[in-house]
Nanobody
Framework: QLQLVESGGGLVQPGGSLRLSCVGS????????IGWFRQAPGKGREGVSC????????NYADSVEGRFTISRDNDKNTVYLEMNSLKPEDTAVYYC???????????????????WGQGTQVTVSS
């Protein structure tokens, strides 16, 4: 059974950093494109960053470009989201998701992804 488990969320002050991890089990991660998405209270789910199955292609939302970095370690079946210079507007539940597709990542839309983790809360507040 394919499962994704996120970790690394928490409470951080504005300007701080967090690293989220997404560990896959029940499948080989390097066959899948992985995305990070977030949902703030009262808002829809939005794409944050996505990475191709081989790690050669990435896509970022304009709101996080230059502050967040997505990476993957297929040997560890893990994808990371390094978040720096965090802002209160980054507060949300963060989800990772997987899609069995290879090739260049041109966009990062949640409706393209079939498999989802349970989410991890990120709160940016002083």
């Amino acid at each position: 059974q394919l499962q994704l488990v996120e970790s690394g969320g928490g409470l951080v002050q504005p300007g701080g950093s967090l690293r989220l991890s997404c560990v896959g089990s029940g499948f080989t991660l390097d066959d899948f494109r992985i995305g990070w998405f977030r949902q703030a209270p009262g808002k829809g789910r939005e794409g944050v960053s996505c990475i191709s199955n081989d790690g050669d292609s990435t896509n970022y939302a304009d709101s996080v470009e230059g502050r967040f970095t997505i990476s993957r370690d297929n040997d560890k079946n893990t994808v990371y989201l390094e978040m720096n210079s965090l802002k209160p507007e980054d507060t949300a539940v963060y989800y990772c998701a997987a899609e069995a597709v290879s090739g260049t990542v041109f966009f990062c839309e949640p409706n393209e992804y079939d498999y989802w983790g349970q989410g991890t809360q990120v709160t940016v507040s002083s």
